[in-house]
């Protein structure tokens, strides 16, 4: 038992890192003194706001043998409703700098998209954008998203790391899908309130 014990923790150690190792950001963590040091010197009245913009691309691939979007639930008969109302799907959706696939990987889109709109395709977006950057920010949409439309509005709830206390919006625009595959490329850009 006392031989086995450091055994087993050594390699579920090694599987962590093995199956983290892929994502630069997951291993981040801050510390709880350093957060709470900083919400008591931004949480002043006089705390002085920034405007952050940014934009990036995201990839929805659901089709293939690698896709980052998958459906993990839905209604008996979601697949004959003309809105696919009631799909759940979860994704690890690639964002990039520019709109190509190969182009610099600058995040994830984690969470996931529900068809939740009986009449039109309309998504209720529920995910994190993870930033590949020294922090690990993220920010949170939630919101409703109606895919046909050439733009759509949501809202952003909340942030960390760079972009803690946030509030705004992203816009999202589709700039490529393949009709067959349903595989899209969504161009996102997001305007932030932050400390
Ligand atoms: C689908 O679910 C409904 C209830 O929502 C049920 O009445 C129906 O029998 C189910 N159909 C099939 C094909 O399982
Ligand atoms: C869409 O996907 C299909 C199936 O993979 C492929 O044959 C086709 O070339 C793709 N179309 C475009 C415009 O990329």
Redesign the pocket.
């Known amino acids: 038992m006392g031989k086995f014990l450091p055994g087993m923790a050594a390699l579920l150690m090694l599987l962590l890192l093995v199956s983290y190792s892929h994502s630069d950001t997951t291993l981040i963590s801050p510390k709880p003194e350093a957060v709470q040091e900083w919400m008591e010197s931004h949480s002043q009245p006089n705390a002085k706001q920034k405007i952050t913009k940014l934009r990036f691309y995201f990839h929805d691939v659901v ?1 293939g043998k690698n896709p980052t979007s998958v459906t993990v639930a839905q209604w008996n008969s979601s697949a004959t409703t003309p809105t696919l109302f009631g799909l759940v799907n979860v994704m690890d959706d690639p964002l990039t700098e520019g709109p190509r696939r190969d182009s610099k990987l600058v995040g994830w889109a984690r969470g996931m998209y529900t068809s939740a709109s009986i009449e039109n395709l309309g998504l209720l977006m529920t995910l994190s954008f993870v930033f590949r950057d020294e922090h690990g920010s993220t920010i949170t949409v939630v919101g409703h998203n109606q895919i046909l439309n050439k733009y759509r509005e949501m809202p952003v709830v909340g942030g960390s790391g760079l972009y803690r206390l946030a509030r705004g919006l992203v816009t999202a625009r589709t700039v490529w899908l ?1 009709v ?2 349903k ?1 899209a490329v969504v161009e996102y850009n997001a305007v932030l309130l932050h400390y």
């Open positions: 089709s393949n067959t595959t595989d």
